[in-house]
């Protein structure tokens, strides 16, 4: 199976900071890669699809990049909102679509 | 207006059974492949099965291979979860998913995701 591998685990950030989020996988996924955010008690939501394609009523902040076994997401000016867990995954092939372990946005 | 609404989930004591059912609405329900996915206590998101529209395919986590079946009744709008042999470790809010997918011409492929998300319903398996 594809592994994923998201770092930082945690960050600690600013509001209006840049933060980038990396993940990795196992082998080479194309843009088999999606990003989710996660808040305490809620659902993920849907940021990025297809490596780096915004998803409908996602602020443009948001960004994703990467093609092949390495992607990162972008945020470019952190907003209270923003703080959240971000997990990335992988949708290559057939299924297991394995998750990222996440990354921890903090203040 | 898109609608996934989880139920059955509850306190179960490890060996039990439990079936989750996702109620959906808002969209042709039977034109979609439908996962379940976990969120366990300071862990992250697994993936744990997918149904294929027609239900012709189904795939499992290594996890919950034999012990776990999705299933979906289409004329019922509704996904299902039977999980049997229940243990400490399936301890998690499960989540019903919609797959869609994203037609990329230039490699003249499909890339999945998951676009709707229910609220989930929490499994807590103890003695």
């Known amino acids: 199976d594809i592994q994923m591998t998201q770092s930082p685990s945690s960050l600690s950030a600013s509001v209006g900071d840049r933060v980038t989020i990396t993940c990795r996988a196992s082998?080479?996924?194309?843009?088999?890669l999606n990003w989710y955010q996660q808040k305490p008690g809620k659902a993920p939501k849907l940021l990025i699809f297809?490596?780096?394609i915004l998803q409908r009523g996602v602020p443009s902040r948001f960004s994703g990049s990467g093609s092949g076994s390495d992607f990162t997401l972008t945020i470019s000016s952190l907003q209270p909102e923003d703080f959240a867990t971000y997990s990335c995954q992988q949708s290559y092939s057939t299924p297991p679509y394995t998750f990222g372990q996440g990354t921890k946005l903090e203040i | 207006e898109v609608q996934l609404v989880e139920s059955g989930g509850g306190l179960i004591q490890p060996g039990g059974s439990l079936r989750l059912s996702c109620a959906a609405s808002?969209?042709?329900?039977?034109?979609?492949?439908m996962n379940w996915v976990r969120h366990a206590p300071g862990k992250g998101l697994e993936w744990v099965a997918f149904i294929s529209s027609g239900t012709t395919t189904t795939y499992y986590a290594d996890s919950v291979k034999g012990r776990f079946t999705i299933s979906r009744d289409d004329a019922k709008n509704s996904l299902y979860l039977q999980m049997n042999s229940l243990r400490d470790e399936d301890t998690a809010v499960y989540y019903c998913a919609r797959e869609t997918s994203y037609y990329e011409s230039i490699g003249r492929t499909d890339l999945p995701y998951f676009d709707y998300w229910g609220q989930g319903t929490l499994v807590t398996v103890s003695s």
């Open positions: 082998q080479t996924i194309s843009r088999y």
């Open positions: 808002g969209f042709t329900f039977s034109y979609y492949n």
């Open positions: 297809a490596a780096s």
